[in-house]
């Protein structure tokens, strides 16, 4: 990690006692295009550790050079350094391997078969050059091989099977060659964390058995010719983190077992046929930072829920009939109110679309402020029934600014309040309850019928309430320092009007009330 340039020296071979020769990460070169500073690196009978990678040796790889070098050799690095020509067979002769590295160079020919010799192989690194033929059968010697990265070729013909007898196996890159197909003994790899077979010409429906990996990290098996559906049994891969499908013919719906990956932070679909709804499912997946499903045929509303809300319209183009939200770049759907019952009724003038869980806007208190900051809230400037204003969702949502945490007031048992500023200048609260419960309707009975301003309850209601949660939290003073009591969700009637009185078991907090109104 320096700025040498220049020839590497051959007098390295005069250092009989040498285990160790780190020159990486600078601008070495060889003297010759057979890299003849390996020959004199032959006399280094103790050597365990060679790297020179990330340097411009621009040569090939001597045989008989390779071959000699000391037989302690542990650590074999050749990264990115231009070399090209075939690698040696003599490479077998040093069977104390336990990582090679030639990855990022221009090596050509096929595997050799001698690297079945190496038992000790824990690493091999063969990525991104330009080899080619068929994955050697003697490959499935390396019983202690952790990693195999060979993608980046010109890899063709059918991968061993007996590769599902690498039971150590943790790593398995084979993407961007020519393979035809996946041998099924490969799902037998239960240990596998990261798996990587995109960019190849598999073809069939992905095999129902891939929930045999149970503790897959990364699957990436994009640009493909993978068809039919996605199998459920996906559902399966609790670890896994990134899901990477896209480019294929997959066709069907997004299965609901995708929300069980509880730890999924990238979702990658695009560029399939898949159909139908996104499933509300991907709601639960709160690490999910990044997804992708454009171009497929997919419809309906795309989900509001947990990871959505932060989600850009670039994840969803190409989808004609997907509907949602204004910054999502589709159309809005079509609101639609469901009657289940008197009592569920919700006489409001915005209902979102239907999803698990739905949400309504409600606008509570309305605060109109003069130049001089005086409230309007007097019974001569309150509004007619006739000119209360009706906001549009578009509306609520651009002024809390997508229902940001930043205009967060509040959060309770049954939903979120929001400060929001109207384009107009008008301040209001807006709340928003969560009907994944069910007494959110009831509380929003209440709500509707206690609240209608504030101001109302102390200066024109004809009905004493009890407020049954009172505390310095609930207690608002507006500019001129007047209190005012606020958050009446448990608030109840003293009378009714089939009622003369009204026995209420007593269940406020302890704390102010304003004088001469509140039993």
Not at 291 to 302: P, R
Request: hydrophobic fraction near 40%.
């Amino acid at each position: 990690m320096n700025l040498f340039s220049g020839f590497i020296p051959n007098t390295f071979g005069n250092l009989t006692n040498l285990k160790r020769l780190d020159l990486n990460e600078n601008y070495l070169t060889s003297s010759t295009l057979e890299l003849s500073f390996l020959s004199s690196l032959s006399n280094c009978k103790y050597l365990e550790y060679f790297s020179f990678f990330d340097n411009p040796l621009d040569g090939t790889l001597p045989r008989m050079s390779i071959g000699n070098l000391s037989h302690s050799l542990k650590i074999f690095d050749l990264f990115e350094c231009n070399v090209s020509g075939g690698i040696p067979e003599e490479i077998g002769n040093l069977t104390n391997l336990i990582a090679i590295y030639l990855g990022g160079n221009n090596l050509n020919g096929s595997i050799p078969i001698a690297l079945g010799k190496l038992q000790k192989l824990q690493l091999l690194s063969l990525e991104d050059n330009q080899l080619e033929g068929s994955i050697l059968d003697d490959l499935c010697r390396l019983a202690t091989l952790f990693e195999l990265d060979s993608g980046g070729n010109k890899l063709a013909g059918f991968t061993p099977a007996c590769f599902g007898n690498l039971t150590n196996l943790r790593n398995l890159y084979l993407g961007s060659n020519k393979l035809p197909s996946i041998p099924s003994t490969l799902w037998n790899l239960k240990d596998i964390l990261y798996f990587d077979l995109s960019s190849n010409f598999f073809t069939g429906p992905l095999p129902s058995e891939i929930e045999n990996l149970k503790v897959l990290v990364q699957v990436d098996l994009s640009m493909n010719n993978f068809s039919n559906v996605i199998p459920i049994t996906i559902g399966g891969l609790k670890d896994l983190q990134y899901l990477l499908l896209e480019y294929n013919i997959l066709q069907g719906s997004i299965p609901d077992s995708i929300g069980d990956l509880i730890n999924l932070k990238s979702l990658n679909l695009s560029n399939n046929n898949l159909s139908e709804t996104i499933s509300i499912s991907l709601g639960k997946l709160l690490d999910l930072k990044d997804i992708n499903v454009y171009f497929n045929k997919l419809e309906g509303e795309i989900p509001r829920e947990g990871p959505f809300r932060n989600f850009l319209a670039e994840s969803f183009k190409g989808n004609e009939l997907l509907c949602g939200m204004p910054n999502l770049q589709v159309p809005p759907c079509r609101t639609r109110i469901h009657h289940t019952s008197d009592k569920n009724d919700l006489v409001i003038g915005i209902v979102l679309p239907l999803s698990t869980i739905f949400m309504m806007v409600v606008i509570l208190l309305i605060l109109r402020y003069q130049k001089r900051g005086k409230l309007q809230l007097n019974d001569a400037n309150m509004p007619s029934i006739a000119n209360q204003r009706r906001f549009t969702y578009l509306e609520l949502f651009q002024a809390t600014n997508g229902f940001s945490e930043n205009n967060l007031i509040d959060r309770g048992g049954f939903g979120s309040v929001y400060k929001a500023r109207i384009q107009d200048g008008m301040e209001v609260v807006v709340k928003v309850f969560d009907l994944q419960y069910g007494r959110a309707f009831k509380s929003f009975d209440i709500e509707c019928d206690m609240i209608k301003p504030l101001e109302y309850l102390h200066f024109g209601y004809s009905m004493p309430i009890i407020h049954d949660d009172l505390k310095p939290s609930n207690v608002l003073l507006d500019d001129n320092m007047v209190a005012h009591l606020s958050d009446f969700g448990m608030a109840k009637p003293l009378l009714k009007e089939d009622q003369s009185l009204t026995q209420t078991q007593t269940l406020a907090t302890i704390g102010y009330m304003a004088p001469g109104r509140n039993p």
